[in-house]
Nanobody, 127 residues
Framework: QVQLVESGGGLVQPGGSLRLSCSAS????????IGWFRQAPGKEREAVGC????????FNSASAKGRFTISRDNAKSHVYLQMNNLEPEDTAIYYC????????????????????WGQGTQVTVSS
């Protein structure tokens, strides 16, 4: 049973922080790149960033880079998205997704390139 479950979302004021978690089960996390995506109301799903099997991270969202960090803990089968200095524009449903990858493979950015997806967790940034 392959599962990805996001958690940690909620309501936060502008300038606040949230740490999202992605719990993986049913597969060996070590061999998968994990991407974070978000979808705001009325917008298409957008790649935020990704952590590769090497633990190297890549940010695709210019607005997120510098404020967000991504990390992975293979032993705990968890991937994290730390979000600081949140802005109202960050309001979206956040998803984690996985794709099988050999060590050193660069994370793809296309939503259709990822095999498994979580249900998403809502992040709302509002005063």
């Amino acid at each position: 049973q392959v599962q990805l479950v996001e958690s940690g979302g909620g309501l936060v004021q502008p300038g606040g922080s949230l740490r999202l978690s992605c719990s993986a089960s049913g597969f060996v996390l070590d061999y998968y790149n994990i991407g974070w995506f978000r979808q705001a109301p009325g917008k298409e799903r957008e790649a935020v960033g990704c952590v590769a099997t090497s633990s190297s991270t890549t940010f695709n969202s210019a607005s997120a880079k510098g404020r967000f960090t991504i990390s992975r803990d293979n032993a705990k089968s968890h991937v994290y998205l730390q979000m600081n200095n949140l802005e109202p524009e960050d309001t979206a449903i956040y998803y984690c997704a996985s794709i099988f990858a050999s060590y050193g493979r660069i994370c793809p950015t296309g939503v259709h390139e990822y095999r498994y997806w979580g249900q998403g967790t809502q992040v709302t940034v509002s005063s």
